[in-house]
């Protein structure tokens, strides 16, 4: 049936994706279109422009599901070596906006710190892949290394919540490739005991509030401390079943900021409640299970550093976003994966699932058509 | 290996995302009631509605004090944008915006203070920041509306005292509300309001004339911006006063007092209603409603005069031969003194074994004298004699119950509770024992009893009554709404002054006395249409201290105080007057007497004259706001003027000692 309707070359495109992945992924992005729709006050031409985001994000997920990992494996030193470069070149030449140095204009303003969210755990797994696993001490250093340089380039722009999304990205890898647990356990222990000791003595007094603006937003509650207050407010007035899909208050009355990109889970929780937040987070649970599902099954270790990686990183910016929301984390601008406004971040995502879904094994998926 | 970590990543992940939602039961099952109301009190507004004022009217309905319209200028905080340009909306705005709206409309310092003392408190509220626009500020403020988006211009009623000087102690005013004020009111209910009264009855039942704010309950967006009404009250106006006051008999007592500094207080004993209190010079209320200038305000308060000075209730004066009614009442029961007993009165009472004389009013004498006698012709000696064997503590009690020496709990403001001295009192004041000599003093109101004006028409109320005590009191009757009668308050009564009601017939017999051929005011009494009981009183002025020599100004106020009480009918008392004239030409009989006689003329016999104003029409619908001023009015105003820059300097008047009444 569908050699009937399809051209032949986009029914074997197709084969290489892994529907079950993109069912559960076509429902998250349905429920975020709804919510976004709400968050918007009804403007439908926002919801459509998001929707020409995920065709986009669709297209691209298509065309890199056809892509091999040893193709990919081929690009990983030289998107790196360009990312830094582009990133070195930001801090010279850079477009300023909002009073940080991010952005680049050829022709149009683009972000280099997003290619490194790409870039950094390829060229990770690029490097592991090549040595020994479990990787000895000396490659995790390297390792390390090839993470920290993009890192503190992008947080000289500066750029924290990315930086960090990066760094994560690359220390997946390095988890994943099998570094010691001691090794974890120790660098946890370091990162415990040096961090309060740079807080009381390498900081100045007023790096020192913003450390703690950071972590107790309340504290300022006309700056940072507005935005969590509000979207604790939207979140805990939803209540078990929440107030209905465009029936919240918080959202509705413009008390919430930033309420249809990074704080779009308050709008969520405020209309749908408890019972709404726990089939979003078993979505969510699914679909990071299945993509290191499919990661496992890659075609070789950097198929598998990367899509394990793709996978956690995805994660982490579900956790990020939604702990800072719900006021357990730092608010870091951070989108809720899939749901949020904006199109970088959808594209993005939706190319790395391709990413994903491109690097598994070939034999299996000829062993099923057969 | 991968497998081994990718599971372990896994197994994290689900921990990870339960902690996520742990955190949102927490929020959305625990902690829901909390934030459900946070977020209802975010969404939802109170723009309160200030009631109107409710007006005040005599006893007959006609009006003392009326508001009308006027335009105020309200700003809402939240409205006020990003002024100063620091891209954000703080209490920093708020001086900037004051400034740049002070440009085009004049703004008093008072009213930015009161402003932004509440603008601090009320976010989303309109405060007012201005009063009474002029036309001219209208216009601009109509052309210049674009600029100033958090703000509008409201119709509110403001106050006004249509008979201008008239009363004005009584009824009193009402000024801007100021951070004092504030403190002492329900700070909900009066945030649109802009005016609270500040004197007399204004001030007194301010609860009753200020009525319940009403409100709109409205939802509002993060930026203020009204979204819909959810619920609304309206206001409920402030009651509508009538008071005890016979306005035109008002009238007659200040035009009897004329250019004369003194009090008049009348009451209707049966009720214990002020019918008048008047109090001399009084000023002009309608200055204070928007804030008195410095300049009147320093005049007014610099006037020796002082007319803002309620005598009424606030000036103490000795009582002198006044309450020798009373004493002798007191004598009667105390048995200190029977009917027929008598006392020879050689023209001075000496107590035995002491040089010290204390003399006669009369220095030749009364003879062999009664109590019927002695009220009628005033004799000390007779007074002397009564109280000096009572002894202090009896006579200090017995004139207590008169309520001599404690306030009456009259419905106004700042009334004096006078002295009525005890040998405890002496001790806690001077340290020094009571003397024999103070009590002879004290039985012929003097020394150191002083009382109100208001306390002697109470007093001598008590008398007309035969010992029934009622308090005094301006508030006769108030209603609700403007179309409903008004409905009277009972009068409140003390314990009334049981003693056989001979005592009481003998005392009055002795006041009819005095009105009548033979008695101190018999002048007074001539001719009358009905029978009179009356008693006068005269207190010489001795000794002052403080202030410069000023020679001709020394030796009028060295002068005595002219004192009338009386009742009448006699056998129906409709009213009690108590008459003070300070520093007067002439005695009680022969000053204050004839004052007191012409109100209970006026009262009884309706004597008001071609002016006599009466209700308007309808009830409760304002006149124009231009009323006729009255002659007697203009005149006073102009004499208090005369005095007050023929005295420029200050003297403090101390009575220090006060030789023997002399009537």
Partial sequence: MINGLFPSWLVVALQRVDAVLLAVLSLLVFLGLATLYSASDANLEQVQRQSVHFAIGLGLLVLFSQISSKTLRQWAVWLYSVGVVLLILVLIVGVTKKGAQRWLYIGMDIQPSEIMKLAVPMMVAYYFSEKPLPPRFTDIVIALLLVLVPMLLVMKQPDLGTSLLIATSGFFVIYLAGMSWWLIGGGVIFIGVAAPLMYFFGMHEYQRQRVETLFDPESDLLGTGYHIYQSKIAIGSGGAYGKGWMQGDQAHLDFLPERHTDFIFAVFGEEFGLVGNLILMSLYLFIIWRGLYLASKGEDTFARLLGGSLSVSFFFYLFVNTGMVSGLLPVVGVPLPLVSYGGTSVVTLMMAFGIIMGMRKRKRIYQRDS | ?663
């Fill in chain 2, 1 to 663: 290996m991968f497998n081994v970590r990718a599971i372990v990543a896994g197994i994290i992940i689900l921990f990870a995302l339960l902690a996520i939602l742990g955190r949102v039961y927490q929020l959305q099952v625990s902690q829901h009631e909390q934030y459900s109301e946070l977020s209802r009190q975010h969404y939802e507004k109170r723009i309160p509605i200030p009631p109107n004022r409710g007006q005040i009217y005599d006893r007959n309905g006609v009006l003392l004090a009326d508001s009308h319209t006027q335009y105020v200028l309200e700003v809402v905080r939240d409205n006020i944008g990003d002024e100063n340009g620091d891209g954000r909306s703080t209490l920093a705005d708020v001086d900037v915006f004051i400034a740049r709206l002070g440009a085009i409309i004049p703004l008093q310092e008072k009213d930015i203070r009161l402003f932004k003392t509440q603008v601090r408190r009320f976010k989303y509220q309109p405060i007012p920041i201005r009063v009474n626009l002029t036309e001219e500020e209208i216009a601009v403020f109509a052309v210049n509306r674009p600029r100033f988006p958090g703000v509008s211009m409201e119709v509110r009623m403001e106050r006004y005292y249509p008979l201008i000087n008239t009363a004005s102690h009584v009824i009193g005013y009402v000024g801007r509300i100021d951070a004092r004020d504030l403190e002492r009111v329900d700070k909900d209910e009066y945030i649109g309001t802009t005016h609270i009264g500040k004197s007399g009855v204004e001030a007194s039942h301010e609860d009753r004339l200020h009525g319940q704010a009403g409100y709109h309950l409205i939802e509002v967006d993060a930026h203020g911006k009204k979204q819909s009404v959810i619920s609304e009250q309206e206001p409920i106006g402030g009651q509508d006063l009538f008071l005890g006051l016979d306005i035109n008999l008002q009238i007659q007592a200040e035009k009897l007092l004329g250019a004369e500094r003194g009090a008049i207080v009348a009451m209707d004993p049966s009720n214990g209603e002020v019918l008048a209190l008047a109090s001399m010079p009084t000023f002009d209320p309608n200055l204070f409603i928007d804030g008195i200038s410095q300049k009147d305000y320093t005049s007014l308060r610099d006037d020796p005069d002082r007319p803002l000075f309620n005598r009424a209730l606030q000036g103490t004066y000795p009582p002198g031969s006044t309450i020798k009614p009373m004493v002798g009442v007191a004598g009667l029961a105390e048995r200190v003194v029977t009917p027929g007993s008598r006392v020879y009165d050689p023209g001075f009472f000496r107590l035995s074994g002491q040089k010290h004389v204390f003399r006669c009013w009369n220095k030749r004498g009364h003879g062999s004298v009664d109590l019927k006698y002695a009220i009628q012709q005033s004799c000390d000696t007779y007074f002397y004699d009564l109280a000096y064997r009572m002894g202090i503590d009896r006579f200090s009690s017995f004139m207590s119950r008169f309520g001599f020496g404690e306030k009456t709990g009259i419905d106004l403001p700042s009334e004096a509770a006078g002295l009525m001295p005890s040998k405890e009192w002496k001790e806690r004041r001077y340290k020094r024992s009571w003397f024999p000599g103070d009590t002879v003093n004290i039985g012929i109101g003097q020394g150191y009893w002083i009382s109100t004006p208001l306390q002697l028409a109470h007093a001598v109320s008590i008398v007309a009554n035969h010992g029934i005590r009622l308090k005094p009191h301006v508030l006769r009757g108030v209603r609700t709404t403007r179309n409903e009668e008004e409905k009277l308050l009972k009068p409140e009564p003390f314990a009334p002054i049981e003693v056989d009601q001979r005592f009481w017939n003998l005392a009055i017999q002795g006041m009819e006395n005095v009105m009548r051929p033979g008695g101190t005011a018999r002048a007074a009494g001539a001719g009358a249409a009905y029978r009179i009981a009356g008693k006068t009183g005269t207190a010489q002025v001795f000794g002052l201290s403080g202030g410069k020599y000023n020679a001709g100004r020394l030796a009028k106020r060295l002068r005595d105080h002219a004192l009338f009480v009386g009742f009448a009918p006699v056998d129906n008392p409709k009213i009690a007057v108590a008459v003070i004239v300070e520093n007067s030409s002439g005695s009680g009989g022969h000053t204050a007497a004839p004052i007191g006689r012409k109100l209970m003329d006026a009262y009884l016999l309706q004597q008001y004259g071609e002016n006599m104003l009466k209700p308007a029409g309808v009830v409760g619908v304002s006149p124009e706001p231009e009323p006729e001023p009255e002659p007697v009015v203009s005149k006073t105003e102009k004499s208090t003027k005369k005095v007050t820059k023929k005295s420029q300097s200050k003297t403090k008047e101390k009575l220090k000692k006060v030789r023997g009444a002399r009537d």
